[in-house]
């Protein structure tokens, strides 16, 4: 029993000595991103329809599970569109509600950018 006790407190403390922050003087920690919505209202809460109307053909259209993603791309970003059907009604029409947003060489690019440069591609409006 004591050995039992012995190597649940010892577990314990070192649990309680991975689990602590790490903190260095001086430093500052980041806040996390917030993501706004400013901007996406063309997408957001969109059906893929609309969407390939908005944006023109996807260069890529994956379907997982209910999800589906839309890949828009051009020279200056590439435009992940999710969609899933609504929670209250999972037989209903799959809507838009997440987009990812990138520089083709993979650093950020302001969302609501991207699907404006997207409108005004060739094949998009």
């Known amino acids: 029993m004591r050995q039992w006790l012995a ?3 010892g577990a314990l403390a070192l649990t309680a000595c991975v689990a602590a922050p790490i903190s260095t003087p001086g430093v500052a920690i980041p806040a996390p991103v917030s993501y706004g919505t400013a901007g ?3 997408v957001l809460g969109e059906d893929a329809a609309a969407v390939t109307r908005l ?3 996807p260069d890529a259209d994956l379907i997982e599970g209910t999800g589906r993603k839309l890949q828009f791309g051009s020279g200056i970003c590439v435009l992940d569109a ?4 609504p929670a209250n ?3 209903g ?3 838009v509600t997440h987009v990812d947003a990138r ?3 993979g650093r950020p690019i302001d969302r609501a950018s991207c699907v404006a440069a997207l409108t005004r591609r060739e094949g998009g409006r």
């Not at 999710?82 to 059907?85: A, E």
Request: no cysteine.
């Open 7 to 9: 190597v649940g407190l």
């Open 103 to 105: 520089q083709p060489d």
């Open 89 to 91: 009604n999972p037989r």
């Open 55 to 57: 944006l023109g053909k």
């Open 40 to 42: 996406l209202e063309r």
């Open 82 to 85: 999710y969609l899933y059907p």
């Open 93 to 95: 029409s799959a809507v």
